[in-house]
């Protein structure tokens, strides 16, 4: 199953709830809300712009707790956000990997793992791709539970596919004006 997974920038953009909501109606799967910078109380009123049918598809990275709160679907972790235990069994978890190794321990756990980053970074300049295409597809270890993130283009999806990908992660392809 190939998803797609769009991802917030840390710092808001004009009209950013409702792009989302657009997004989300016209072919992103979930949407990770990353905004390590909000408070809690700032984050809570982010949350509420979006309509309650909706939320269900939102995977939050901090303040986990308000995850069951506004109703939302999933939570991520990663090394800011560890995974100690879950904080409810039927909310999707997720994580961020930067390895191989990384990735195969994390998949044991998670729903879904991003791997990153798979071609040079969009939105973070100088964050460049670990990893080598050829020696992806080699290695035959990627799977329905991992996700490329960095650099992810629509133009890359066939490829993707091809070594394995479940899905893909767009932050900067999705957020850089044109």
């Known amino acids: 199953m190939w998803r797609l997974i769009g991802i917030t920038p840390e710092k808001g953009v004009k009209d950013e709830q409702k792009r989302i909501v657009d997004f989300l109606n016209n072919g992103i799967d979930i949407f990770h809300i990353r905004k ?22 939102l995977t939050i990275h901090n303040h986990t707790s308000l995850a069951l709160e506004f109703g939302l679907g999933g939570v991520h972790y990663n090394i800011q956000n560890p995974f100690i235990k879950p904080i409810e069994k039927n909310l999707r978890k997720s994580y961020s990997s930067h390895s191989i190794s990384e990735m195969l321990e994390a998949i044991k756990t998670f729903d ?58 767009l932050l900067g392809s ?5």
């Open 112 to 169: 879904y793992v991003f791997l990153s980053p798979i071609f040079n970074s969009i939105s973070k300049e100088g964050y460049n791709s670990k990893f080598r295409i050829d020696e992806l597809k080699e290695l035959n270890l990627i799977n329905e539970k991992v996700i490329a993130l960095g650099g992810v283009r629509e133009e890359n999806f066939e490829e993707l596919k091809q070594i394995g990908f479940g899905g893909a992660a």
């Open 36 to 57: 390590p910078n909000l408070t809690q109380e700032q984050l809570k009123y982010y949350l509420n712009e979006f309509p309650t049918e909706l939320r269900n598809r």
């Open 174 to 178: 999705l957020w850089k004006e044109k």
